[in-house]
């Protein structure tokens, strides 16, 4: 948090502050006391960090992708433990396998467009709409990509990119996983 004050200005701090109550009121409200709650909680704070991250530096710390690669299942462990939803915890695993693959050839295709990080990124975002069923799954999945593209129009618009210009996709991808929650 200290880099963050040194770095970045008041309002942008305001905005994370703002985002990060947003996201948590947001899980609170859609799990209420259920035992996926630490699961998304985690999910939405490490949301906040990764996006100023990626809006920052274009990048996504293995720092903070890493360990939710074995912190969130844990967490989604538990709460199939806790509530017996074991096809749920299925779901996770095959929809972290599905989206890691999904993006691994979309980098492998397009390397200067989705990044290694993204592809670890999207992973931890198919382990977490996995785990809700697929529906959730595919709206997250595909939601990124739509608000990735509506993100790049308005910056196109505002003429604060060119067609050149690398747009950090993180972001969307935690925004499209958000929806994705939102919905299930």
């Given at each position: 948090?200290?880099?963050?004050?040194?770095?970045?200005a008041?309002p942008?701090?305001?905005a994370v502050t703002?985002?990060t109550g947003?996201?948590?009121?947001?899980?609170?409200?859609?799990?209420g006391t259920?035992?996926?709650?630490p699961a998304?909680?985690?999910?939405?704070?490490i949301?906040?960090v990764?996006?100023?991250?990626?809006?920052?530096?274009?990048?996504l710390?293995?720092?903070?992708?890493?360990?939710?690669l074995i912190?969130?299942?844990?967490?989604?462990?538990?709460?199939?433990?806790?509530?017996?939803?074991?096809?749920?915890?299925?779901?996770a695993?095959?929809?972290?396998?599905?989206?890691?693959a999904?993006?691994?050839?979309?980098?492998?295709?397009?390397p200067?467009g989705?990044?290694m990080?993204?592809?670890?990124l999207a992973a931890?975002?198919?382990?977490?709409?996995?785990?809700l069923?697929w529906?959730?799954?595919?709206v997250?999945?595909?939601g990124?990509?739509?608000?990735?593209g509506?993100?790049?129009?308005?910056a196109?618009?505002?003429?604060?990119?060119?067609l050149?210009s690398s747009?950090?996709?993180?972001?969307?991808?935690l925004?499209?996983?958000?929806?994705?929650?939102l919905?299930?």
């Open positions: 948090m200290l880099r963050i004050r040194r770095r970045f008041w942008v701090r305001a703002v985002s947003l996201l948590v009121a947001l899980v609170v409200w859609k799990f259920g035992w996926e709650l998304y909680l985690y999910l939405a704070l949301a906040v990764l996006s100023v991250v990626d809006f920052a530096e274009k990048r710390p293995n720092a903070l992708v890493y360990p939710s912190v969130l299942p844990l967490l989604l462990t538990l709460a199939a433990a806790a509530s017996g939803a074991w096809q749920a915890l299925l779901g695993f095959l929809g972290g396998a599905a989206l890691f999904f993006y691994f050839v979309l980098a492998l295709i397009s200067g989705i990044g990080g993204d592809v670890k931890v975002i198919g382990l977490a709409l996995g785990y069923g529906t959730p799954f595919l997250g999945a595909f990124a990509f739509l608000i990735g509506l993100v790049s129009l308005v196109l618009a505002l003429r604060r990119v060119t050149r747009i950090p996709f993180g972001p969307s991808m925004a499209g996983a958000f929806l994705g929650v919905l299930a």
